[in-house]
């Protein structure tokens, strides 16, 4: 094997490979790559957890092919270390069987294992194949993994549950995600290949990396491929790398969620999103219990926001607002829970639709006028009213 590399790509390559790697190995070669160079073509890149497959393809001047297994997280430091931009030589050395890496005044030699003993990556057959932008892709998981649950008492709960939706011949392909207190749905138009597509999770894991590899690319399109076990995410990174990441889905049945979100509460609270968003901060501060308890008093134009803590104190906030009923209203919420939700929407305006004290609240953005990319509603529980 002999080659030239530029610095930034192989550094770029490596750091996808070190994001699935496990840092402690049951088994040593899980430690590793499979770095396979072919003279005029490049080199491949293939990193796993079993798990997890992360393969990156670069163009470069490879001079003489090779195929061998190196030390990933060895030679992620060497290269990070390596003045960017520069060019870095890989070159095989058969009177020491090992792998020289020299770049300007700096010269390694790194060992090797031998590439048949990493793990075989077979090739799956992939029912569903389709491209969705990656801008609405991204917003998408975003918004969803909010509710995710962040424990892992629950399996199922831990990722995002993404299926086709056909509302009335309006197809959508949604992300859902729920920690059993609050929903999240988001919904982007489907593309036609999905319409056979059959429920699946996404493990919190998987939407992790393939978010940061979107922050690292610059390709208007992801490729998706999904089978009964697995997803897979192609695209094409700022430093032009080819990178394919494959994972198994989470095998578990997702909670029956519709009826929560397509409840029909019949009183409507419109505010400032950003008023709110800002009262509703200030006003928490002083609630340190793990309910993390505000209380919301509704009138026909004023919100009251009160928050009680007998070790620091009380905070009370008021906003103006609009509510389409004339009975006046109390409803407690986590405010942690209401915060992470309400900073997902982009709108000025925001609207909650709520029945009784005791019920869901839905919540989403209010209509601008233009069709978003992305539709997103949340659904939350509230926390049951104490009268001392």
């Known amino acids: 094997m002999k080659l030239k590399i530029n610095q930034k790509v192989l550094e770029k390559a490596l750091a996808h490979a070190n994001w699935i ?9 899980l430690g590793y790559i499979l770095f396979e160079a072919e003279a005029g073509k490049g080199v491949k890149i293939t990193s796993t957890n079993m798990d997890m497959t992360m393969i990156d393809y670069i163009d470069c001047d490879v001079v003489a092919s090779g195929k061998y297994c190196l030390q990933a997280s060895l030679l992620y430091d060497i290269t990070r ?17 090992s792998i ?19 793990p075989p990556i077979t090739e799956e057959h992939y029912e569903i194949v ?14 969803a993994k909010v509710a995710m649950l962040q424990d892992n008492s629950r399996f199922h709960l831990n990722g995002i549950h993404m299926h086709y939706e056909n509302e009335l011949g309006n197809t959508k392909l949604r992300f859902v995600a729920t920690d059993l207190f609050r929903i999240s749905c ?4 489907a593309p036609e290949e999905v319409h056979q597509m059959k429920p699946i999770i996404v493990s919190k894991r998987t939407i992790g990396e393939i978010l940061k590899l979107i922050d690292g690319s610059n390709d208007e399109k992801v490729k998706v491929s999904i089978s009964d076990t697995r997803i897979s995410f192609s695209l094409k990174s700022t430093e032009n790398i080819e990178t394919s990441f494959e994972a198994r889905l989470i095998n578990g049945t997702f909670p029956e969620y519709k009826a929560a979100i397509e409840v029909k509460n019949d009183k409507t609270l419109t505010l400032n999103t950003l008023e709110f968003i ?5 006003v928490s501060t002083v609630v340190v219990d793990s309910t993390n308890s ?10 009251e926001l009160s928050g009680v803590s007998r070790e620091l104190g009380s905070a009370k906030e008021e906003l103006e607002a609009n509510y389409s009923s004339t009975e006046p209203m109390e409803i407690c ?3 942690r829970y209401l915060l992470e939700l309400l900073k997902e929407i982009e709108t000025q305006d925001v609207c909650l639709k709520l029945a009784t004290s005791s019920s869901s609240t839905l919540i989403e953005p209010t209509e601008t006028g233009e069709k978003p990319d992305v539709n997103m509603i949340f659904a939350v529980m509230p926390i049951e009213i104490v009268t001392n």
């Open 278 to 282: 800002e009262a509703l901060d200030r």
């Open 21 to 29: 790697i496990e840092k402690k190995q049951a088994i040593p070669i």
């Open 100 to 118: 020289k890496l020299t770049s300007n005044k700096a010269s390694f030699t790194i060992h090797y294992m031998e590439s048949d003993g990493f």
């Open 81 to 97: 270390k390596i003045r960017s931009g520069t060019d870095i030589y890989l070159e095989y050395t058969d009177h020491d069987n």
């Open 130 to 143: 389709f491209n969705i932008k990656t801008e609405t892709l991204k917003k998408a998981m975003d918004v």
């Open 186 to 189: 988001v919904s982007v138009d």
């Open 333 to 335: 919420f986590n405010s």
């Open 294 to 303: 505000v209380k919301l008093r509704i009138t026909s134009n004023m919100l």
